[in-house]
């Protein structure tokens, strides 16, 4: 059974910072690309950055998050890791970490149907 367990949400002031991980099990991690996506309540989910699956290559949403968020794994912790700094309020969200099968080393998914497995989230809230 596959899992994806998120960790290090929580409540931060604005121009704080949080790494949130995320640890799978039950899978092959370095055969799974790797991302993070955000959701506020009411919303569609958001793609926030994602990780081939050495790692060598990441991509981010958009000049919202890129420069102050840094993707990364750990393919012998089996861990992808999503460090978040200088939060603002608007970076408010349940972040969820997602794995995608890619066949290709440098594969680098960004849309929310390309990942098969999903974790159960952990809350960011950054106040103002």
């Known amino acids: 059974q596959v899992q994806l367990v998120e960790s290090g949400g929580g409540l931060v002031q604005a121009g704080g910072s949080l790494r949130l991980s995320c640890t799978s099990s039950?899978?092959?991690?370095?055969?799974?690309?790797m991302g993070w996506f955000r959701q506020v309540r009411g919303k569609e989910p958001e793609f926030v950055a994602a990780?081939?699956?050495?790692?060598?290559?990441?991509?981010y949403a958009d000049s919202s998050v890129r420069g102050r968020f840094t993707i990364s794994r750990d393919n012998a912790k089996n861990t992808v890791y999503l460090q978040t700094n200088s939060l603002k309020p608007e970076d408010t969200a349940v972040y969820y970490c997602?794995?995608?099968?890619?066949?290709?080393?440098?594969?680098?998914?960004?849309?929310?149907?390309?990942?098969?497995?999903w974790g159960q989230g952990t809350q960011v809230t950054v106040s103002s």
């Open positions: 997602a794995a995608s099968y890619a066949a290709s080393l440098n594969a680098i998914p960004t849309r929310g149907f390309e990942f098969v497995y």
């Open positions: 039950g899978l092959t991690f370095s055969s799974y690309a």
């Open positions: 990780v081939s699956r050495s790692g060598g290559i990441t991509t």
